[in-house]
């Protein structure tokens, strides 16, 4: 027999359906708005190929065929952008899509601008973007056209899938970036900071390393070091090469640069790089782990042969210890049988971001320690130092949550070794992240990185480093 429904009862089900309805709808607008992946796999891959095929060599740079590339591809999608300049040959594109103001604006980089090629020692054409073997071959496929695609495909997809966003986000294709600032992020930070003031930033500078084709962990730049040069200059007397003498120029800028090349400066941590070496001890093999752990021991004999390993094996983490000083150029003489009166040496300097230049600059004439060598800065540019990035934020939370979705793996935070735009960012207040895709620690040292001869992406890689953009940038900016 059918249960009889009384009035009572049928307003109590219409009420409850009414509250498991609204609840539903609550759940759906909280979910990720997922894109067709498959489809945007093939459109990012257009997009990467067609940016890596516009020669940006700089120099010259002739950044503006790439911005009018961008433009042309924001416009379809009614994304407001703008070119701006101070040589329009060499400009930058702004890019943002509004959100309601909640929070601060989310700015993401990438660079148009690739470093010169040596043609015939390519296997592809530079310019080529070919596709072999599951790779992409080109100049600028990991630095930086990488990132310059994802934040492209991030801003399509944000704008397609109609995402409400608590911030607005800031999109740059920025010129300059290999050794041209002035036309670039100097030229931004001068004169349109107030289009890309936010409060975090990603751009290049982090990655994912991979092993033996398996990913172990992932990097999110926090901080990076100075760049500085300084010159080494002998002085001595000129004379005929068949009568040695005791005050050859060269023979003095030989034992300075000799000094330099056995010194290491001291051992000195922030808080990204003791993270660092923490979170990686506790990932790495026990046989390796050990170097890592010991190197943070207030013990100095314990430190030290932790450090001494790490110069042999591991370079690299050397360099992250201590302001590094490494002798490049070396130069004197224009006859083999003339002494000559000078002879120069340069000195690339990475300085940890709260170095004193002018102690550091003490520091280097005590090695020296020779008064016929003239130790001084050269007229390289200066970058601004900022602060660490906060491991307590917003943003780096969200990076490390997408780490783990994405990568299955673990990050950590990094100094980075080398120079990026974001100082400029950072020094005027701006949290700043480094991020990049998944690449072979093996490529390196086989020449299929960035800079190289060969430099190259897997193109799975490429498809996962876009998930994960849209990932960090969906869970930072959209409203939920």
Known sequence: MEPQVTGMTKRRWLVAAGIAAAAAAALSAQAPAQPDWPKVEEETMRHYQAVLRLDTRNPPGNEHIVAEYVKKVLDADGIPSQIVGSDMNRPNLIARLKGNGRKRPLLI???????????????????????????????????????????????????????????????????????????????????????????????????????????????????????????????????????????????????????????????????????????????????????????????????????????????????????????????????????????????????????????????????????????????????????DARLDSEAYKALEAAGTRIYNTATLPTMSTGATDMAQLRAKGVQCFGIGPATDMEDGPKGFGAHSDQERLLESELHRFVRFNYDVVFNLASSR
């Not at 934040?151 to 800031?170: A, E, F, G, Q």
């Not at 010159?231 to 330099?260: C, F, Q, T, Y």
């Not at 941590?269 to 003791?274: M, Q, S, V």
């Not at 013990?299 to 390993?309: H, I, L, Y």
């Open 109 to 387: 980089m990438g660079h148009s601008d690739v470093v010169t090629v040596d043609d015939a020692k390519w296997k592809f054409p530079p310019f080529s973007a070919t596709r072999d073997g599951g790779y992409v071959y080109g100049r600028g496929t990991v630095d930086d056209k990488d990132n310059l695609t994802g934040s492209l495909m991030t801003m399509l997809l944000l704008k397609r899938l109609k995402v409400p966003l608590d911030r607005d986000v800031i999109f740059v294709s920025e010129s300059g970036e290999e050794g041209s600032t002035g036309v670039g992020i100097g030229y931004l930070v001068k004169e349109h900071f107030a289009d890309i003031d936010a409060e975090y930033c990603l751009a290049e500078g982090g990655g994912v390393t991979r092993i033996g084709g398996g990913v172990k962990y992932a990097t999110v730049q926090t901080l990076e070091k100075m760049p500085r040069g300084i010159e080494l200059v002998a002085h001595g007397i000129s004379g005929h090469g068949s009568v040695p003498l005791k005050s050859n120029a060269i023979v003095h800028l030989a034992g300075a640069v000799a000094k330099i090349g056995d010194w290491r400066p001291e051992i000195r941590f922030n808080e990204t790089t003791g993270t660092y070496f923490r979170k990686l001890a506790s990932i790495s093999p026990p046989e390796v782990a050990k170097y890592y752990r010991d190197v943070l021991s207030t013990d100095p004999k314990v430190q030290k042969a932790a450090d001494d390993w790490l110069f042999e094996n591991e370079p690299r983490h050397s360099s992250m210890l201590r302001t590094s000083v490494s002798p490049n150029i070396f130069t004197g003489g224009y006859r083999s049988n003339v002494i000559p009166s000078e002879a120069k040496a340069t000195l690339d300097v990475r300085a940890l971001p709260d170095e004193n230049p002018a102690k550091f600059l003490e520091q280097v004439k005590r090695v020296v320690n020779d008064p016929a060598v003239d130790v001084r800065f050269t007229g390289q540019n200066e970058r601004p130092a900022g602060p």
